[in-house]
């Protein structure tokens, strides 16, 4: 098996655990920042309406079917960083 670095173990072991360490940072950071969002979208869904819609034209209200598919992208997102957090929180 050949390796990037041979003449170097130790050096690939410690490049290889602060990859690591940065990647779980990430994971951490990523993972909260998804369930925020989501559980802004499910609570304020009007809000991400306004953001993208709303402030472009004045006197129209939001359909409520778009607002259920806002909530379904809000549980959506919510659920992924579920998942990213409790595999942050497994591993």
């Known amino acids: 098996m050949i390796s990037f670095f ?3 173990p130790a050096a ?6 602060k990859q690591i360490e940065d ?9 909260l920042f998804f369930m925020a969002i989501g559980l802004i979208s499910i609570v304020y869904p009007r809000l991400f309406w306004y953001l993208r819609i709303g402030r472009k034209v004045k006197g129209v209200e939001p359909s409520s079917v778009y607002l259920w598919v806002l909530r379904i992208g ?9 998942v990213i957090l409790y595999h942050f929180i497994l591993y």
């Open 74 to 82: 809000g549980i959506m997102l919510f659920a992924l960083g579920a």
């Open 23 to 31: 990647i779980t940072g990430s994971l951490l950071f990523f993972s």
């Open 12 to 17: 690939g072991l410690a490049a290889a655990g």
């Open 6 to 8: 041979a003449g170097y």
